[in-house]
């Protein structure tokens, strides 16, 4: 009986937690309506620029419009270094082909990638050392943090303000701040904005 009390507090506890992980992505795949999966190990390269896997941008495969799986993003021990592991869902054993799209969170575009591959049950698709390239264009423009589509002042100032944690005016576009695309916003940032300005 106890047991039993036990393990349905456990499903009761771990249920909502199952509701914030599926609401966290932009993409959902409902990975139980699927009997075969494949492996990706998926980069992401933008304008010809490997992007650093993270929340940043979302990856995730799809057979025509429907989802078949989002890829999460795994730190290989001891380092910082990350990686995309994206799991690929079909109800086909082979032969469906399988598209790929990234969702940029600091603008909330979806753009579509060039590459697509023909689904396998339990192929694998690149490696953790050797990722598949995944390539598309960046819908960032690189140093404006404001989003007016111009580099400017503004955005050196937002960038300090944002460096310095201070308010400012507009919301600040994270990833158009990254400048040398390593996942973080740090004076390199910031030294590779000013440079852009000074050499105007
Ligand atoms: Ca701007
Ligand atoms: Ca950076």
Redesign the pocket.
Known sequence: MNKIRIWSWLVCLMLPICYVQAQDTHWQCDIYSYQYDMTVYPELQLDGQTIKASANYELAAFCGEECRGVATVEIIPGTDKTYYYLRVRSNASEGETITFKFYHTATRQEVTLNESITFESQAMQGLPSEPYALTGENTVMLGDVNGDGKITNVDFMGMMNYLLRRSMSFSFLEAAA?????G???N??FMKLMNILLRR
């Open positions: 990254d400048l040398n695309s390593d973080k916003i740090t390199v940032d």
